[in-house]
């Protein structure tokens, strides 16, 4: 005999422990989330939150800041973009990292707001817009500095071996040869976190076949990878590691557990190709070395390449992008413009960052280090082509595999012949 | 027969109706096997986790069965496996009918030989990572001291996946000791007693007592140990993440990276359902194996 | 292992066992046998393999961030501090042990609840139903949780509990069900018909015959079960990845990832949190590692 009384017990319980949990469960109507990828660079977006809510103090009307872990970033926006509690804004790298959203009509469409509004739309390069494009469609408001892979070095090591920062690419062979007898590892190379590894191809390819090769893959053209730049560049990769470029033990040296970092700047590796987020990294973990020894230089030129030396990779900034279902499509719109306004430029600017504003040039003196600003400034401004990094601009289903194989290769699992056959089975 | 124990049960009061059972199976059923008949239903579409799976017919199975990457990983798993049950076995059986002693000093150490078990595999992975650390752990000194040179464990395509043997040893060990500590203290003291007069040894009365004693045990915590490497997941995305290159791309953690990665949830759901399956035989086997599902109780019937 | 101690009265501390032949009984070992020499080395060796790692661990977290790299993992920090524990709870640590431990709570009381109850009727009722009840935990028993994750998320998704805790809670205490039951099983079954007539006699229907007989006689196995399913609900790692995002609803293993900055992780901080989030557990675990062990050895034994 089962009682009723036990089962209204039982169901009595369950509904508590439930309702207990699920308090506070889902969002206020009166709050609009944005989300950004957690780092220390988020004050600027907390400033113009603020400003945002203080304009709205008579309505009452706020934007609150969702910081989300970055190691997981892109999974949780993909899960929370399918369970109909979208963000209201969110950080995103643009260009294929939206594709999907935008393909399932989740994002709204900028172009009206630039074309509304000239001011607004002439407050960024052209050129970096352009990467928040989706199919020709404005999806993403860039939001942050630029951010380029250059060539970092220990000034330190360099002056102990007797040696310069390479400037062709014979330099960086011979550099890799007289490094390699001193018993210095010539490049840290963080192989744990494959992207790192990718920024090398992508420099290779770019300087020996032009921004071109890539631009027909990312069109969705995977025989694209068999362009023989490709080939050349995983040859020339496959050569740096039998030199012994990369040291021995670059596979599980992570670059999120400031693995990588740590070798350059305590001398242990004399150089590491990097985003220029690099600098800061090494201004909060080693200032010392970030002040006086850390050095910068251009991916050099490849003999008989045809891409533009000038050219640069890395990520061209980040960018806000609106979900069309929100509630506060409006709101969401106004909040856009703050990235354009003098105070964000200026938050920027005194965070080491550099802004990808048409008047940044002026503002870069109140950088805390104008020197690696300007030179980071100057860089993108006469780039050609700035490339974006390739597993942010192709499709998760493409890049994820992609990453695996650049890994691979870098590995020595993959001959270059066989690293292209994947490829272009993508 | 259990057919005579229901006879003789089903008059008797204070015997509790099916109902008792039904909250515990609903909720059972919504959470654990509805999702599993849906990922039979996902792994006929394609769905990237934004609107509704469309239907794909049998694409994602006939791409699973070309998938070099999930032979690999069913290779991986299946060594895996092996290599945990045939490490983990000899080692918690000895320590556990050695914490089995009631000595105070025993009871300490098994203390602490349980701890680990109480870190989740995300701390454990975090602190294994560091201690094998080529160029900043302890292997930085011990490599060129041994003469070894640099030694990059998690770098190597072998040595990675010996490491997360290990890791995973080291995490379950404790709970299968426990299992055979309880085991061992079940075992009549007077079986000893008898083969002492006889003048058996240490390693005879182990031998030919305690093992034998310990049967039942050892396939319980055999299948544990088979059913727990499935799920040496997070164990894997945290250390390697799959790598170096995908050689250490165990089952669940390719489903992980073609589901939350790639966003082929159709593809990943596909893999899942095998998982689900080899899941559900093993289940099978082991409820043969150990007579879990026989109502066969020492009191109970016969 | 002193003499002293070898030689000292041993008794099982309590007396709260359930009566079940032969585990009254203490082994002890015989008069004048040498010391289990073989024995003592190979746990001392597994004492080393399970002490250095934790070892590390504890370092680390008095351990300063930017040194923690170059001085290696098992130096003793040169500029020891406490700054990582006072960061952890700066960056809210507590509120995610607090999340947690709800989320523990509610687990444990479901599982508990709804399993004793499905248990209860598998051994008692002895119906079809029931056996079949029993059948589909048993074959439930070696499903991973990570194999259904892609439709435990559509299901929480379409429930709109995506991103609460409820959502972490029910499908946990549903994959923790299949274990518990198959332990409360074993345990209930040991309980002898004698006493379910004696209830009857007195006219205790099946509620009382649950209360007062079946749920005091379990507790051990009741134990083990709540120390399994809050061990499973503490270290959860996908489902928390998977079903929530926001920060506050952030669980401690999500936590970790609070630690970590766009491209780099401090460790030591990361080990901290670690640290703090064990203690919890770490003291259920002292509590019941008695009754845990009992309730392993329902499972293991016969």
Same mark, same amino acid.
């Given at each position: 005999m089962t009682s009723p009384r036990t089962a209204a017990a039982l169901a009595a319980l369950t509904l508590l422990t439930v309702t207990a949990c699920g308090g506070g469960g889902s969002s206020s109507g009166d709050e609009m989330h944005v989300w950004m990828y957690q780092d220390t660079l988020v004050v600027v977006q907390e400033?113009?939150?603020?400003?945002?809510?203080?304009?709205?103090?008579?309505?009452?009307?706020?934007?609150?800041?969702?910081?989300?872990?970055?190691?997981?970033?892109?999974?949780?926006?993909?899960?929370?973009?399918?369970?109909?509690?979208?963000?209201?804004?969110?950080?995103?790298?643009?260009?294929?990292?939206?594709?999907?959203?935008?393909?399932?009509?989740?994002?709204?469409?900028?172009?009206?707001?630039?074309?509304?509004?000239?001011?607004?739309? #002439?407050?960024?390069?052209?050129?970096?817009?352009?990467?928040?494009?989706? #199919?020709?469609?404005?999806?993403?408001?860039?939001?942050?500095?630029?951010?380029?892979?250059?060539?970092?070095?220990?000034?330190?090591?360099?002056?102990?071996v007797g040696v310069e920062p390479p400037e062709t690419w014979e330099d960086v062979l011979s550099l890799v040869d007289d490094f390699t007898e001193a018993e210095v590892t010539p490049f840290a190379l963080a192989g744990a976190d494959p992207w790192t590894e990718q920024m090398w191809l992508q420099y290779l390819v770019d300087r020996i076949g032009g921004p071109d090769v890539f631009a027909r893959i990312a069109e969705g #053209?995977?025989?694209?990878?068999?362009?023989?730049?490709?080939?050349?560049?995983?040859?020339?990769?496959?050569?740096?590691?039998?030199?012994?470029?990369?040291?021995?033990?670059?596979?599980?040296?992570?670059?999120?557990?400031?693995?990588?970092s740590t070798l350059l700047s305590e001398g242990r590796a004399a150089m590491h190709l990097m985003g220029s987020w690099e600098y800061s990294t090494h201004l909060d973990q080693a200032r010392e070395f970030a002040e006086n020894d850390l050095g910068y230089v251009e991916f050099p030129p490849i003999p008989g390449g045809t891409g533009d030396p000038a050219n640069v990779v890395g990520n061209p900034t980040n960018y806000f992008s609106v979900s069309a279902d929100g509630p506060h499509v409006e709101h969401a719109l106004d909040f856009l413009r703050y990235t354009a306004q003098d105070e964000y430029v200026a938050d920027m600017v005194a965070n080491g960052e550099v802004p990808t504003t048409a008047n940044a040039e002026e503002?870069?003196?109140?950088?805390?280090?104008?020197?690696?600003?300007?030179?980071?400034?100057?860089?993108?401004?006469?780039?050609?082509h700035f490339q974006l990094s390739w597993d942010q601009a192709l499709t998760p289903e493409v890049a994820t595999p992609m990453v695996t194989e650049i890994e691979a290769l870098f590995n020595g699992q993959r001959t270059p012949q066989e690293f292209v056959d994947a490829l272009a089975a993508l | 027969m259990s057919a005579t124990v229901r006879d003789r049960a089903a008059p008797r009061t204070g015997r509790p109706g099916p109902l008792w059972a039904l909250p515990g199976v609903a909720f059972f059923a919504l959470?654990? !096997?509805?999702?599993?008949?849906?990922?039979?239903?996902?792994?006929?579409?394609?769905?990237?986790?934004?609107?509704?799976?469309?239907?794909?017919?049998?694409?994602?199975?006939?791409?699973?069965?070309?998938?070099?990457?999930?032979?690999?990983?069913?290779?991986?798993?299946?060594?895996?496996?092996?290599?945990?049950?045939?490490?983990?076995?000899?080692?918690?059986?000895?320590?556990?009918?050695?914490?089995?002693?009631?000595?105070?000093?025993?009871?300490?150490?098994?203390?602490?030989?349980?701890?680990?078990?109480?870190?989740?595999? !995300?701390?454990?992975?975090?602190?294994?990572?560091?201690?094998?650390?080529?160029?900043?752990?302890?292997? !930085?000194?011990?490599?060129?001291?041994?003469?070894?040179?640099?030694?990059?464990?998690l770098g190597g395509s072998t040595s990675a996946f010996w490491v997360i043997v290990f890791v995973a040893s080291w995490q379950f060990i404790p709970l299968h000791m426990l299992l055979y500590q309880g085991g061992a203290r079940q075992i009549p003291e007077t079986l000893y007693q008898a083969a002492r007069i006889d003048g058996a040894g240490r390693l005879g009365m182990f031998w030919h007592i305690t093992l034998p004693q310990l049967r039942? &045990?050892?396939?319980?915590?055999?299948?544990? +140990?088979?059913?727990?490497?499935?799920?040496?997941?997070?164990?894997?995305?945290?250390?390697?993440?799959?790598?170096?290159? &995908?050689?250490? &791309?165990?089952?669940?953690?390719? +489903?992980?990276?073609?589901?939350?990665?790639?966003?082929?949830?159709?593809?990943?759901?596909?893999?899942?359902?095998?998982?689900?399956?080899?899941?559900?035989?093993?289940?099978?086997?082991?409820?043969?194996? &150990?007579?879990?599902?026989? +109502?066969?109780?020492?009191?109970e019937g016969i | 292992m002193s003499v002293v101690q070898e030689r000292a009265p041993v008794n099982t501390p309590g007396g709260t066992r359930s009566p079940r032949p032969g585990t009254g009984r203490i082994r002890r070992r015989g008069v004048g046998e040498r010391p289990n020499v073989l024995g003592g080395l190979g746990a001392l060796i597994w004492l080393l393999v399970v002490a250095v790692p934790l070892y590390a661990l504890l370092i680390a977290t008095v351990q300063r961030g930017e040194n923690y790299v170059p001085e290696g993992p098992l130096a003793p920090p040169s500029d020891p501090t406490l700054g990582n524990y006072a960061t952890a709870v700066e960056k809210g640590l507590l509120g995610f042990v607090w999340n947690t431990a709800l989320v523990t709570v509610a687990v444990v009381v479901l599982v508990v609840v709804l399993a004793a109850t499905t248990s209860f009727a598998i051994v008692r009722?002895?119906?079809?139903?029931?056996?079949?009840?029993f059948r589909m935990f048993l074959l439930g028993l070696a499903i991973p949780s990570?194999?259904?994750?892609?439709?435990?998320?559509?299901?929480?998704?379409?429930?709109?509990?995506?991103?609460?805790?409820?959502?972490?809670?029910?499908?946990?205490?549903?994959?923790?069900?299949?274990?518990?039951?198959?332990?409360?099983?074993?345990?209930?079954?040991?309980?002898?018909?004698?006493?379910?007539?004696?209830?009857?006699?007195?006219?205790?229907?099946?509620?009382?015959?649950?209360?007062?007989?079946?749920?005091?006689?379990?507790r051990s196995g009741l134990s083990?079960?709540?120390?399994?399913?809050?061990?499973?609900?503490?270290?959860?790692?996908?489902?928390?990845?998977?079903?929530?995002?926001?920060?506050?609803?952030?669980?401690?293993?999500?936590?970790?990832?609070?630690?970590?900055?766009?491209?780099?992780?401090?460790?030591?901080?990361?080990?901290?949190?670690?640290?703090?989030?064990?203690?919890?557990?770490?003291?259920?675990?002292?509590?019941?590692?008695?009754?845990?062990?009992?309730?392993?050895?329902?499972?293991?034994?016969?």
């Open positions: 400033g113009a939150v603020e400003r945002f809510n203080a304009d709205h103090a008579d309505d009452g009307f706020q934007a609150v800041i969702d910081q989300v872990p970055g190691d997981n970033y892109v999974e949780r926006l993909r899960t929370a973009m399918g369970s109909g509690e979208q963000p209201d804004v969110f950080f995103n790298w643009g260009s294929g990292s939206i594709a999907p959203y935008a393909e399932q009509g989740l994002l709204e469409p900028l172009d009206d707001l630039l074309a509304e509004d000239p001011e607004f739309a #002439d407050a960024f390069l052209p050129s970096v817009l352009e990467s928040g494009k989706v #199919d020709g469609v404005q999806y993403g408001i860039p939001l942050r500095g630029t951010q380029p892979v250059v060539l970092f070095y220990n000034r330190a090591v360099f002056e102990e #053209d995977s025989e694209g990878w068999r362009d023989p730049a490709v080939l050349e560049a995983a040859d020339m990769v496959v050569d740096l590691v039998d030199r012994g470029a990369f040291g021995d033990s670059y596979a599980s040296v992570s670059y999120t557990e400031g693995g990588a503002v870069l003196a109140d950088s805390p280090n104008p020197e690696f600003a300007t030179f980071q400034y100057e860089l993108v401004r006469d780039a050609p | 959470f654990a !096997a509805l999702p599993m008949v849906l990922v039979a239903y996902l792994s006929f579409t394609h769905w990237g986790g934004l609107g509704d799976p469309r239907f794909a017919g049998f694409d994602n199975w006939t791409r699973l069965a070309g998938d070099r990457l999930m032979h690999r990983a069913v290779g991986l798993s299946l060594l895996l496996t092996v290599a945990s049950w045939a490490i983990q076995t000899p080692i918690s059986l000895l320590l556990g009918v050695w914490s089995a002693g009631r000595q105070r000093g025993r009871a300490v150490v098994s203390a602490l030989f349980f701890l680990p078990l109480l870190l989740s595999s !995300a701390a454990v992975a975090i602190v294994w990572r560091a201690l094998l650390d080529p160029n900043f752990g302890p292997l !930085a000194w011990a490599g060129p001291f041994l003469g070894l040179g640099t030694v990059d464990l039942n &045990t050892m396939t319980t915590s055999s299948i544990l +140990m088979v059913v727990g490497s499935l799920t040496y997941f997070d164990t894997v995305l945290i250390m390697t993440g799959g790598g170096p290159g &995908t050689d250490t &791309t165990i089952v669940p953690y390719l +489903m992980y990276r073609a589901g939350f990665r790639s966003w082929e949830l159709g593809y990943a759901s596909a893999i899942a359902f095998t998982l689900v399956v080899a899941a559900t035989l093993i289940a099978l086997v082991m409820v043969r194996l &150990t007579g879990f599902g026989s +109502m066969r109780s020492t009191r | 009722s002895r119906r079809r139903l029931t056996d079949a009840a990570q194999a259904v994750i892609i439709p435990v998320y559509l299901i929480i998704v379409r429930l709109g509990l995506y991103d609460s805790l409820t959502a972490i809670v029910l499908p946990t205490a549903a994959f923790a069900l299949p274990v518990c039951v198959l332990i409360l099983v074993g345990s209930m079954r040991d309980i002898s018909e004698e006493l379910y007539e004696a209830m009857a006699l007195d006219g205790a229907g099946s509620v009382r015959a649950f209360l007062w007989l079946v749920v005091p006689m379990s083990t079960v709540a120390v399994y399913s809050a061990l499973q609900a503490w270290n959860g790692f996908l489902f928390p990845l998977i079903l929530t995002q926001s920060a506050d609803k952030r669980l401690i293993t999500m936590g970790l990832f609070e630690f970590q900055g766009e491209y780099r992780v401090d460790v030591p901080g990361l080990l901290t949190a670690v640290v703090l989030s064990t203690v919890p557990l770490f003291v259920i675990y002292l509590v019941a590692r008695r009754s845990l062990a009992d309730g392993l050895m329902g499972v293991g034994g016969k």
